[in-house]
């Protein structure tokens, strides 16, 4: 039978399982990567699973998040990422060398591999045939270890690119017009396929941003065919030899996807759906509004896309650049994992020459790898960048996950990011406008948001940036890991703010718990675990913890923390209570760790996201979802749950009665739980599972 890409490279991956969807599949990890903000949590979890040695084809350590080094932590951080893969046989890739996925593309990443990190980004190796997927660091130290990496078989979107991008139109554009009919919701389990005549004509760098921001439609991964294109990228970067043709066989076939949507609340999505997808069925609404619709695959028309920007405080939220035009500007911010490429400044310096930017506009660019900075540099690209006024930024996340460049309150930043979620800019009060470079950089000219088109009257000429027949290659920044024989004398270095991250504990039985919060719908895990200043903790749970669902505490005297101790202090466990699409966003399993330390023991919602579902297992939190999500308006912070015979519940349930003692009624939640996942949580986590497992 004719396979897409996704299956064949699933089919040659596959360790146990069946490829039917919605089955757990395990599956053979030949690469990670992990970053520092995730890493150490990562190695740490590696030591105390005593894995002396990486089992995977190659492991790169990056350090690209903590890099502002204000106190001890970060660098801290570094020296122990640097010692521990020199220790267990991971490469390392220096401060200052670049944002992982970035130089994981240029340096690392191979067509028809798999590649597991501990980043939600990951999937940005999507771009040259990669099933790259993002995971908690957890998940990554087992694949470090050997171990199989457990999804759910997924269901294939196909996405038809045809036609060619016109000029002033790039590929974040694709993406946000994908954003725009699938949402961020509704798109677990699944994988993007992307397919048809448009493909050829997009770049490596154009390819990754899609890939990139898939992560924002909370799909699984993204994959593109590995071509000519791709060929001539590798070549380019002195690899043509890993270069492997891949597609999806001749007659494969998409899956079906049916969405559940509201007639009213989402009729700009069931309009998108309409317009862009091919074979689309829809039912009748059901008394409460609820329909399903249903489609065979995504057709998008390159020719006919237009500039589209995402305005805080969701990606999905889509609006066309002309709607915007002439909204003031005062932040320009040009980087990130989605559109730092070589091809993407050399763009912007193109048409910053002999400009100057706007006197009301700041404008921040990182490049995103020491590579493409270097290369800048060498041709002169950087002259004209600094010459126009750019602030030239770090080669790292750097203000994409809050460590400065916030704007002023209230202010427009204009973005060529990833994620615009209230306040991660550090910012509460401003508005995010997620673009592409071509937008960014025609508002740093105008002081407005433009339609790049229109610089064309103000005397700017498209500039079309041809792929580098030849990267600059210098790899002196990645230390590879040493023999295995020298390496067991290395030393770890380990400062005081590298704290050992406590285990899971099996759960009580009967569960007796308080509920410490309810939120509401689309509560991302920067809600649940703040990044910006605080992320230089993440090597130290306990103190990382104290600001666990910070945005939510009112009074500092009465924070979440505080709650959740003085009821873990009574010998009961604590409860999240959440609406739809809990734990948006990032891999960080701190948003898991966390709450775990602080007595969390089960997380009540309408629905939670891939990434922190499987987090929440792994550190042993039962993930409910509500059988009637009318029950989440009968619950109320401070009410009393128990939950009768949860080891029985772990072991088999499809559903669980729990009873709200204060309110005095009894509720079904769905146990949605692989066999594997309920293994783990008997075992009180996985950390305890895998070392139960190796005995
Ligand atoms: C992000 O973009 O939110 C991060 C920071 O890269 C996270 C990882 C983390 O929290 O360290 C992600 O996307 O997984
Ligand atoms: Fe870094 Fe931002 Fe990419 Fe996350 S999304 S990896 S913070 S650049």
């Known amino acids: 039978m004719a396979k897409t890409l996704t299956y064949k490279i699933l089919q040659e991956h596959l360790l146990s399982g069946r490829l039917e969807p919605g089955s757990e599949i395990g599956i053979r990890i030949d690469q990670t990567l992990t970053q520092d903000a995730t890493g150490t949590t990562a190695f740490l979890l590696l030591e105390a699973m005593e894995v002396r040695w990486v089992k995977t084809e190659l492991s790169v350590s990056y350090v690209d998040h903590n890099m502002a080094q204000f106190g001890p932590e970060n660098h801290n951080d570094h020296l122990y990422l640097g010692s521990i893969a020199a220790k267990v046989g991971a490469y390392y890739s220096r401060p200052g060398n670049g944002i992982c996925h970035q130089v994981h593309l240029e340096r690392f990443g191979r067509p028809g591999r798999t590649l597991l990190g501990s980043d939600s980004h990951t999937p940005t190796g999507g771009g040259i045939g990669m099933i790259a997927i993002g995971a908690g660091g957890l998940d990554v130290a087992v694949a470090m270890g050997g171990g199989a990496f457990y999804i759910i078989c997924p269901q294939v979107i196909g996405v038809r690119l045809q036609g060619r991008l016109r000029p002033w139109v790039a590929a974040k554009d694709i993406i946000l017009r994908l954003l725009s009919i699938l949402t961020t919701r509704g798109n677990v389990g699944c994988v993007v396929e992307y397919f048809g005549r448009g493909v050829a004509s997009l770049p490596v760098p154009a390819r990754a941003t899609c890939a990139n921001m898939g992560a924002e439609l909370g799909v699984t991964t993204s994959v593109f065919t590995s071509d000519e294109t791709t060929q001539q990228f590798l070549r380019a970067q ?37 317009s862009y997808c091919d074979g689309v069925e829809v039912s009748q609404p059901d008394a409460d509004g609820w329909m399903k619709i249903a489609f065979a695959h995504v057709v998008i028309d390159l020719d006919e896309l237009v500039p589209l920007a995402a305005q805080s405080p969701g ?64 041709n002169g690209a950087m002259s004209e960048l600094v010459r126009a006024g750019a602030r030239i930024l770090e080669t790292a996340c750097g203000p994409c996950i809050g ?66 027949r030849k990267f600059l290659l210098d790899d002196s920044m990645v230390i590879p890991p040493e023999p295995q024989e020298t390496a067991c004398g290395v030393e770890i270095i380990r400062g005081s703010t590298v704290v050992k991250p406590p285990g899971g504990q099996r759960l009580p039985d009967p569960l007796e718990a308080a509920v410490i919060i309810k939120v509401g719908d689309k509560i991302t895990t920067d809600h649940i675990m703040p ?12 103190r990382y913890a104290r600001y666990v669902f910070g945005c939510f505490n009112e009074d500092s005297r009465d924070t979440f923390a505080d709650r959740a101790l003085a009821i873990k202090a009574t010998g009961r466990k604590g409860v999240i209570v959440a609406g739809d699409s809990y734990g948006q966003g990032s891999s960080r399993e701190h948003a898991a760790l966390c709450p775990m330390y602080l007595g969390i023991a089960v997380v009540i919602a309408k629905a939670v996201e891939r990434i922190h579902h499987a987090n929440l297992v792994n550190f042993a939190i039962l993930p409910l979802v509500f059988g009637d999500p009318a029950d989440y308006d009968r619950i109320h912070s401070g009410d009393e749950l128990i939950v009768l015979d949860t080891a029985g519940t772990i072991e088999l349930a499809q559903t669980v009665t729990v009873t709200n003692t204060t309110k005095g009624f009894d509720f079904i939640c769905n146990v949605r739980l692989a066999p594997r996942q309920r293994d783990i949580l008997a075992a009180g986590g996985l950390l305890n599972y895998t070392r139960l497992s190796r005995k």
């Open 238 to 274: 002195g690899r043509g030899d890993q270069y492997v043709p891949l597609a999806a066989d001749e007659g494969a076939e998409y899956h079906r996807i049916t969405k559940r949507l509201h007639s009213e609340r989402d009729a700009a999505t069931i309009e998108n759906i309409r």
């Open 315 to 378: 990606p999905d939220n889509i609006h066309t650049v002309a709607k915007l035009a002439g909204k003031k500007v005062n932040q320009v911010v040009i980087g990130s994992c989605t559109n730092s490429s070589f091809q993407d400044l050399m763009l912007c310096a193109a048409v910053l020459k002999g400009r100057t930017v706007h006197p009301d506009v700041e404008l921040g660019i990182a490049p995103g790898s020491r590579q493409v900075l270097a290369m800048l540099a060498e």
């Open 403 to 468: 460590q400065g460049f916030s704007p002023a309150e209230g202010a427009v930043s204009l973005r060529t990011f990833n994620r615009n979620f209230t306040g991660r800019t550090g910012t509460e009060s401003d508005t995010v406008y997620l673009v592409s470079s071509e937008t960014a950089v025609a508002a740093a000219i105008t002081g407005q948001i433009t339609s790049p088109a229109d610089l064309e009257p103000m005397g700017v000429k498209y500039p079309v940036i041809a792929a580098p």
């Open 531 to 542: 990044a910006g200043p605080l992320l230089k903790y993440r090597s130290n749970v306990p």
